[in-house]
């Protein structure tokens, strides 16, 4: 089975870029949206969508399958806990 994985990101993000080494390196296709050419209405965007409470979101975003996993720091706690596989079909 695929899974639909998606990131919201920046060019010079360093955190958007080590989530896609971290999803790269754990065999995790996926597709990559960038936000620059319309920065803040998709930071405003992602974080009503995703119920921020800052109301602007930082970048990498990441969805798996739909469900909302949060940037680098959620991404990177989910693989080495082993917890990922609950968001993989």
């Given at each position: 089975?695929?899974?639909d994985i998606e990131i919201y990101?920046?060019?010079d993000c360093p955190?958007?870029?080590k989530a896609k080494e971290k999803l790269k390196d754990n065999?995790?296709?996926?597709t990559e949206y960038d936000i620059s050419k319309n920065?803040?209405?998709i930071r405003r965007q992602l974080a009503q969508l995703f119920e921020i409470p800052s109301g602007r979101a930082t970048v990498p975003q990441i969805t798996i399958?739909?469900?909302y996993i949060g940037g680098y720091s959620e991404l990177k706690e989910l693989i080495n806990?082993?917890?990922l596989n609950q968001y993989l079909n």
């Open positions: 089975m695929t899974n990101t920046l060019p955190f958007c870029k065999y995790l296709d996926y920065e803040e209405e399958n739909g469900k806990s082993g917890r």
